[in-house]
C-alpha cells in the first residue's frame, strides 16, 4: 500500500517538475497557459480572456462528458 502511495506521488511531482520546466525554463514554446499568463502580465487583457474561454470550452465539454458517465445509477452497477 505504501509503495503505491508513493508511486502515484512521485508521479505528481515529475508531473509538477516537468510543467514547471516547460513554465518557466523553456520561453520558445509557447502553450495556452504560458499564453494567458504572459498576456495577463503585459495587461493585454483582450488576450488574456480569449486564452481562458479557449481553456474553459473543452474543460466544461469534458465535466459534462463525464457526468453524463458517472450516473449514481451506473457507479452502483460498477460496485455490485
Do not use: C, D, W
Amino acid at each position: 500500500m505504501i509503495g503505491l502511495v508513493r508511486s502515484v506521488v512521485g508521479m505528481q511531482a515529475a508531473a509538477g517538475l516537468m510543467a514547471s520546466a516547460i513554465f518557466v525554463g523553456i520561453p520558445e514554446i509557447k502553450t495556452l497557459p504560458v499564453l494567458l499568463y504572459s498576456a495577463s502580465m503585459e495587461g493585454n487583457y483582450h488576450i488574456a480572456s480569449i486564452t481562458a474561454l479557449i481553456l474553459l470550452v473543452p474543460s466544461i465539454g469534458f465535466m459534462l462528458m463525464i457526468h453524463r458517465v458517472l450516473k449514481v445509477e451506473t457507479l452502483g452497477k460498477i460496485g455490485a
